[in-house]
């Protein structure tokens, strides 16, 4: 097969009831050559048969199907997929959202006409069991809305690096390959937060971003469901590990000390978040956890916070002083 413009990886796990809606937005809505690489991780349910059910009987001769022998992860899965890509940019999608059109293809298109690496597109929420559009989220709206005006709506993270605190999903951007492969790419081993490292790895290596105002798809979340979101098990102490593993990185290069004031707000919001969102049985290891972060950061960039925003200075004083998360 000639070699795809895009190429679409998604990890599949017990995704056998949604994944063919998901395929088929994808044959609808994308009029670019693509390919699609599904890496089953060892689902419990028929999700294997179901998707060969679909090549069988679609006759799709641009998709392929790698297999874990053992459940990884989404990470883990989307890394491997990415090994096998032969497309030109790459695009994370997962097995239960829906694409929506002109987005991909307006997307990839500009990227390889203006030779950029990265766009980052919006997204609109499916909202609860009455399935209610809502939108995106409220912060990642005013950062689009405030990106709206920018000239030819490509902008540098270095000079808004508020652009990194977008929700880090990891199917609202496309990357060209051959960027990824330079920036030593990688999703990694959590299984619950993985997505964060690589969000910051892409855009804080990336010069100029593409910003889109095209929704990209249809993210459907129940409250009271079964995603990953929803998890309150000591899965959710992860998201301390992506937060450490994402503060050594970016200490590790003088490139990334803008980053840094962002990052820091960034944090004390996921660790209030996580701290709701686990089960109060594992509360006091995760407050131990969140501390023995913050005493890492360093005095300077404490102070920097300070007077730049004394709610999140709050919230710190109160972790490290206290060991409390509020």
């Known amino acids: 097969m000639q070699t795809p413009m895009l190429s679409v990886i998604i990890p599949a796990f017990n995704a056998s009831t949604t994944i063919i809606e998901t395929l088929n937005s994808l044959y609808t809505n994308v009029k670019s050559s693509f390919e699609v690489i599904i890496v089953e991780d060892n689902s419990t349910d028929t999700t294997m048969e179901t998707v060969e059910n679909f090549i069988t009987h679609n006759s799709k001769n ?5 297999v874990n022998e053992k459940n990884c992860g989404p990470g883990v899965s989307r890394d491997l997929g990415l090994t096998q890509a032969r497309g030109d940019f790459i695009l994370f999608f997962d097995g239960d959202d829906i694409l929506r059109p002109h987005a991909v293809d307006a997307a990839v298109s500009l990227l390889a006409e203006r030779n950029l690496d990265v766009v980052l597109l919006p997204y609109n929420i499916i909202y609860g069991s009455q399935k209610t559009e809502i939108g995106m989220w409220e912060p990642d709206k005013a950062i689009f809305d405030a990106l709206s005006v920018v000239p030819k709506a490509e902008i540098r993270p270095a000079e808004f690096p508020t652009l990194l605190s ?3 999903y990891p199917w609202n951007k496309i990357v060209r390959k051959s960027f990824l492969e330079e920036i030593d790419f990688s999703f990694g081993a959590l299984r619950l937060h993985e997505d964060i490292m690589a969000h910051w790895q892409i855009l ?7 910003i889109s105002q095209i929704p990209i798809c249809d993210y459907y979340y129940n409250p009271n469901g079964n995603s990953a979101t929803n998890n309150k098990t000591t899965l959710r102490l992860q998201a301390i590990d992506a ?4 503060y050594a990185y970016l200490t590790s290069s003088a490139r990334y000390q803008f980053a840094i004031p962002t990052y820091i707000e960034f944090s004390i919001n996921l660790i209030s978040w996580a701290y709701t969102n686990i089960h109060s049985d594992y509360r006091e290891e995760f407050t131990k ?17 300070f007077h730049r925003d004394r709610n999140v200075y709050s919230k710190i ?3 490290l002083v206290r060991c409390e998360v509020n």
């Open 62 to 66: 641009n998709v392929r199907v790698l």
């Open 166 to 168: 977008l929700t880090n």
């Open 204 to 210: 804080m290596n990336s010069d100029t971003v593409l």
């Open 243 to 246: 937060l450490r593993e994402l």
């Open 289 to 305: 956890r969140a501390r023995d972060l913050l005493i890492k950061y360093e005095l300077r960039d404490l102070q920097r916070i």
């Open 317 to 319: 004083y109160s972790i």
